[in-house]
């Protein structure tokens, strides 16, 4: 029998029963797992980031929905009722975060499996069992297979800026934007990497950082706003950025500030990629204008990170968690399926229709 694929920061309890996760809100101080068991539990995992990636989100969305699918089977419930509260359960869950489209996919995907199973709860346990376990071996096969073709556009000792995280922890192996520099460090390549801090969670500096460091690249943390000067001075020569959904137009939606580096890119002739796997893609979305985005607590400007609040007392903060980079501003954007060039309502399609 084919031994599971499994990684350490999302996975299923012993007991099937649970989501055991790597609380990313610690990091890099404090690496502490948390088991995860009632919905409530899990969407407010989710809601404070203490699981985050769209990719990651995904393959969390699956393990909870058999966790509950679990306990649901332990207290007897019969088949209807079993569908029903397990469908409530999956509109709770995809309301935590509504712009990163593989939560609500991998939660549809897992929705479809339950209805088409035949019998009861205890012969419908299994084969959910194995469905959220292949959304993650698909999702690691995504993931080195969009690494290769990232790597593919690097030379030994080029500059990479990156922006927000999109590595291992967000995902599964490799991770998509800083998968190729993981994959090229394997292969005794070397790249110098610069990470924007990304304000105002600082996933760059938390979670990136701590990711490429301790994987050996060569990496340099720097504040936002200093990415146009790294570019300028002609360190990178290459962005590479993860995103939570593509609209068919090819705009991308992805961590606040990434539109930013984009237009940087663009004036100083740095070329910008997109890397994410085909769950990303969503042509029911037909450009950035139609991808919701998430709105924040002002208070993780204000205060978060500070021992006092660095800001006025009742002064108002705009804190939207993502921006949408218009796809003239994009060069490609790298599938497991290969390097989607413009015009992307071509390529995309071609790929993914």
Known sequence: ??????????????????????????????????????????????????????????????????????QLADRGADTAAFRGILSDCARYLASSRPTAVNLSWALG?????????????????????????????????MCTAISEYGLGLLREGDGVLTHCNAGPIATSKYGTAIGPLLLGRERGINFRVYADET?????????????????GVDVTLICDNMASMVMKQGKVQACFVGCDRVAANGDAANKIGTSGVAVLAG???????????????????????????????????????????????????YNPAFDVTDHSLITGIITEKGICRPPYTESLAALFR
Not at 35 to 61: D, H, N
Not at 268 to 292: E, K, N
Not at 300 to 316: D, N, Q, T
């Open 109 to 141: 995907r897992m929705e479809r499996v339950c209805g088409a199973a035949a019998g009861a709860p205890a012969d419908i346990l299994p084969v959910l069992r194995r469905e959220c376990q292949a959304i993650l071996e698909e999702d690691i096969a």
């Open 267 to 317: 004036y100083y002739g740095v070329p910008f990629y997109v890397l994410g796997p085909g769950s990303t893609v969503d042509l029911a979305t037909p450009t950035g204008a139609d991808i919701p985005i998430e709105l924040r607590d002002g208070e993780e400007i204000r205060s978060l990170w500070y021992e006092k609040p660095m800001a006025p007392e009742g002064v108002k903060c």
């Open 1 to 70: 029998m084919k031994k599971s694929t499994s990684v350490d920061h999302v996975r299923l309890s012993e007991d099937e029963r649970g989501v055991v996760i790597l609380d990313q809100t610690l990091l890099p101080n404090d690496v502490r797992h948390l088991t995860l068991r009632s919905a409530q539990e899990m969407y407010e995992a989710v809601r404070k980031l203490q699981i985050r990636g769209a990719p990651a989100l995904g393959i969390f969305a699956g393990f909870a929905y058999c966790a509950l699918a679990g």
């Open 199 to 215: 304000r105002p969670l600082l996933q760059g500096a938390r979670l990136t950082a701590w990711e490429l460091r301790n994987a």
